[in-house]
């Protein structure tokens, strides 16, 4: 197989990745203390609501955001919640692209001389020298900035009974929402 070809296979199995997992079945019910949470209760603020579960009771859930605050969530008024079960950070996949990426790079554009010493930095003696220093430093390139992507995987969170909320919604107006559990 040609680079060209290597390359153009990684790349679309990094690509397809994503696709290939299957939606996954809702956790069973409980939000426990000290679960990273994301919910969804339009009546008490627009968008997803992120952070800790703290505290709870039967008929309500404390979250502490990033922000130092907490909010007391009404149970009835939550719509959605999703349990995070994973946070990463992408330096190894940074480092696969950065190399597939520099290193082609380099090999194409590099300048190749034949019996080019080893001390001269401004040639290659072949298109492979050239893609491993071009995938040398485009993998180191991308795996520092692969570590500072930050990404997380959620899961929904099986909730009890029919929900009716009312909430607001900036740009949308007022929005209806009801939950049936099947």
Not at 91 to 100: C, D, E, N, P, R
Request: proline share 7%; with cysteine.
């Amino acid at each position: 197989m040609t680079l060209r070809g290597t390359a153009a296979v990684l790349i679309l199995a990094l690509g397809a990745a994503p696709l290939a997992r299957a939606e996954e079945p809702p956790l069973p019910g409980a939000l426990l203390e000290g679960s990273r949470v994301r919910l969804f209760a339009p009546s008490v603020v627009a968008g997803p609501l992120i952070g800790t579960v703290v505290a709870q009771g039967d008929d309500f859930v404390v979250v502490d955001m990033p922000e130092q605050l907490r909010v007391r969530v009404p149970r009835s008024a939550i719509m959605r919640a999703e349990l995070s079960t994973a946070r990463r950070r992408h330096g190894g996949k940074g480092f696969l692209i950065g190399a597939v990426v520099l290193g082609s790079i380099v090999a194409a554009t590099g300048r190749i001389v034949q019996g080019c010493p080893a001390s001269d930095s401004s040639c290659y003696a072949s298109r492979q020298e050239a893609f491993a220093v071009g995938a040398i430093i485009g993998g180191l390139t991308g795996a520092s900035i692969g570590t500072r992507v930050h990404s997380e995987r959620w899961r929904p969170v099986a909730l009890d009974g029919v929900r009716l909320s009312l909430g607001v919604a900036p740009g949308a107006g007022a929005q209806l929402a009801l939950s049936v559990p099947f």
